[in-house]
């Protein structure tokens, strides 16, 4: 391992106390508890479905993981950074020691759900209808989906962009989510953004198809390529994120 490497991985380290030290921990953990509450507490005796668990898991969890991120970003953004990204760290060090303390955070939040909500099953001896294996396979497409929403987030935090770029990514984002341009089929505007919007909603594909593979637990014939195309798009998102973060003249905020 390199020093390099080994420089990232000890700010991801030092953020990640500083992050617990700091309490800001605890949103994480309220969220948890609430999830489990209003989401997957045992209401009948019919037990929890696996189907059920990844599809209003995995949506909580993309949302807390994107929350997640920017919070550590915002704590990365203060002038004490400026003492390491004037050593041997660097930029790129430093903001990937950032996106990996987010990723620790994501999956100790995803481990901690998981956990609690088996706990719970076991305690009121109700049919937890997920076994281990399947809880695997929905776990891979879904970790990989919550770090892309992280690298997403991260792409667009105020240390790395300002807030131009950062608007107009998010009226591409608005415009490749968007299911109204359908409706506009007899204007003239409609044969520009019809285009576009399939454009920008490529890189969408393999999220969509990460989240359908988690929550039907049994990977087909194109799931390896979901799988492949989800890596793809978090290297493109982080490496579009470092490449920012390098030529952007820096004032962190105090």
Not at 94 to 109: D, E, K, N, P
Not at 148 to 171: D, E, G, H
Not at 228 to 237: C, E, H, I, R, S
Request: without cysteine.
């Amino acid at each position: 391992m390199s020093a390099w490497s080994r420089g990232t991985m000890a700010f991801a380290g030092f953020t990640l106390q500083e992050y617990l030290r700091s309490g800001r921990i605890a949103v994480e953990g309220v969220a948890v508890l609430a999830a489990v509450w209003l989401l997957f507490w045992p209401r009948s005796a019919s037990g929890l479905d696996g189907r059920l668990f990844f599809s209003l898991g995995g949506l909580f969890l993309l949302a807390l993981g994107a929350y997640t991120a920017m919070a550590i970003m915002r704590l990365g953004n203060r002038p004490q950074g400026y003492v390491l990204l004037a050593r041997r760290l660097g930029r790129s060090g430093y903001l990937l020691g950032l996106y990996l303390a987010s990723i620790i955070v994501v999956l100790a939040t995803y481990l901690s759900l998981s956990l609690v909500v088996a706990l719970i099953y076991a305690l009121y001896r109700l049919p937890l209808n997920l076994t281990l294996a399947g809880w695997w396979l929905g776990t891979v497409p879904l970790v990989l989906d919550m770090a892309l929403a992280a690298a997403f987030m991260t792409l667009l935090s105020p240390l790395v962009m300002s807030a131009a770029p950062r608007l107009t990514i998010l009226a591409l984002f608005v415009v490749a989510l968007s299911t109204d341009l359908t409706k506009m089929a007899a204007l003239p505007i409609a044969n520009v953004l019809g285009p576009l919007q399939m454009l920008l909603g490529l890189p969408l594909l393999p999220v969509m198809g990460g989240f359908a593979l988690a929550v039907q637990q049994t990977y087909g014939p194109g799931a390896l390529g979901i799988i492949a195309g989800q890596v793809v798009v978090g290297w493109a998102l982080l490496t579009a994120a470092v490449y920012a973060f390098e030529r952007r003249d820096l004032i962190l905020s105090s």
